[in-house]
């Protein structure tokens, strides 16, 4: 069965499934980080101004495997909805009010050219290669995190400006997610994912990561830049910043490493092993106590 059948069986089957519900069941195509395509199907119960999305793609792939049965599916998507359709976090009054929204309002940092579809329809600011989306968040007490795109019409509803959430994303994506540093070996073995080559240069020279304390879109710490002038003070070094994916990135003291092309090179071989969705970059970036943040030249 090809794919487009295979949407418009499970919307049918849904559909029947739910016979007389005054549901309506719905497919959209969204696109999440860096233009990664998605075919959802929601259900919008009597009276429900919101309702869980679940995508199909991965159901598809089940499908193809003969693991999985378009009425299998259906049954999935029900079962999901009625689980899910009344724990929905934030007040939904959040998309008409502005004043009950503005202390949600948060950013991620994205790959500019990597998500020209996405930024299309969102107010965004760019910065070097990368671009800043805005966001209402809401962290639940188990770290679960529930986020809604602000687009364009959001905006002009509210009636403010790209300025305005700017100014609050800065504030409340620190105050809601906060931000850590982490000695990299504490966590992860390095050789794992360097080759030998870049290993022997690399492996001996302290790493950080930085991230928000979920870890979960938190690369736009690498533009809290007091922090970063206080961590720089206490290596007594600048610092590069290797954009390891959009969930964090890693710090290096400058003073004690000046191959960038083998930087370079590192990050387009973790590139290589990470999703789509994950990649931030593809090359580093410098924090001088200076001159702040900046593209430093190639060695």
Same mark, same amino acid.
């Given at each position: @069965?090809?794919?487009?059948? %295979? ?26 980080? /860096? ?17 869980? !999305?679940?995508? +199909? ?5 089940? *499908? ?41 309002? !948060?950013?991620?940092?994205? /790959? ?15 910065? %070097?290669?990368?671009?800043?989306? $805005? ?10 995190? $529930? ?6 019409? +959001?905006?002009? #509803? ?7 959430? $700017? ?5 409340? !994506? ?10 990299? /070996?504490?966590?992860?073995? @390095?050789?794992?994912?360097?080759? &030998? ?5 690399? =492996? ?20 809290? !830049? ?5 961590? =720089? ?5 600048? +610092? ?6 959009? *969930? ?8 004690? $490493? ?29 924090? =001088?106590?200076?001159?702040?943040? &900046?593209?430093? #030249?190639?060695?």
């Amino acid at each position: @069965m090809k794919y487009t059948d %295979f949407i418009t069986a499970v919307k049918e089957c849904v559909e029947s499934k739910l016979n007389g519900s005054e549901s309506e069941v719905r497919i959209n195509k969204v696109f999440k980080v /860096n233009d990664t395509e998605l075919d959802g199907i929601s259900i919008f119960n009597k009276n429900c101004l919101c309702s869980p !999305t679940v995508y +199909l793609n991965d159901f598809y792939d089940m *499908h193809q495997s003969s693991s999985l049965s378009v009425e299998e599916a259906a049954d999935i998507i029900i079962r999901i909805n009625r689980e899910n359709k009344d724990q929905i976090p934030y007040d939904m009054k959040m998309l008409d009010d502005f004043e009950s929204a503005r202390k949600h309002i !948060t950013y991620k940092l994205v /790959n500019t050219a990597l998500n020209s579809l996405v930024i299309k329809d969102a107010p965004h600011r760019e910065i %070097f290669d990368l671009s800043f989306l $805005y966001y209402i968040t809401v962290v639940t007490e188990g770290n679960g995190v $529930y986020s809604s795109k602000i687009t364009w019409q +959001l905006m002009e #509803k509210w009636n403010i400006t790209e300025e305005i959430l $700017y100014e609050l994303a800065e504030q409340n !994506t620190r105050d809601i997610l906060g931000v850590e540093i982490i000695n990299i /070996n504490d966590i992860i073995d @390095m050789s794992s994912i360097l080759n &030998k080559d870049i290993n022997k240069d690399i =492996s001996s020279i302290p790493m950080f990561i930085m991230s928000n304390r979920i870890r979960n879109c938190g690369a736009n710490v690498m533009f809290y !830049t007091d922090i970063l002038n206080e961590f =720089s003070k206490s290596l007594n070094s600048d +610092l590069y910043i290797i954009p390891s994916s959009v *969930h964090e990135v890693i710090l290096l003291p400058a003073d004690n $490493y000046h191959n960038i092309d083998y930087m370079n090179k590192m990050i387009e071989q973790v590139n290589d092993q990470i999703d789509l969705p994950d990649i931030l970059s593809d090359h580093i970036y410098l924090f =001088s106590r200076e001159e702040g943040i &900046k593209w430093p #030249k190639a060695s």
